[in-house]
């Protein structure tokens, strides 16, 4: 998959964990797409600088927290649950030992 998709659906993967649960964590993204610590880390960068004021960190939860105004900025159309069902029909899920090769 090229970088500039997978960008794509990590920033809709997001969105739509926001939509759904109101939180999202970089567990989230790992767990529907495999992506490494520091990628997931750069893609929620990206995505407050696309779209700032649409969730707040909270370090005790170790999570992002929707805002208040939170809308979905990179769904578009989609559903949120309509994308994160297609991810995992697509990529399944991942576990520490799929991506370790244990």
Known sequence: MSKALLDD???KL???KLALN???TSKDVYRHLGLGRQKVSKVFQDYLAANPDSMVY???KRKYIASPDFKPHFLGDT???EFVDAL???FG???NNEKSGE
């Open 58 to 60: 909270v370090p005790a």
């Open 22 to 24: 109101g939180s999202v």
């Open 9 to 11: 659906a990590v920033l």
């Open 88 to 90: 995992i029909t697509v």
């Open 79 to 81: 559903k949120a649950g």
């Open 93 to 95: 899920t991942f576990t």
């Open 14 to 16: 997001i969105d739509a």
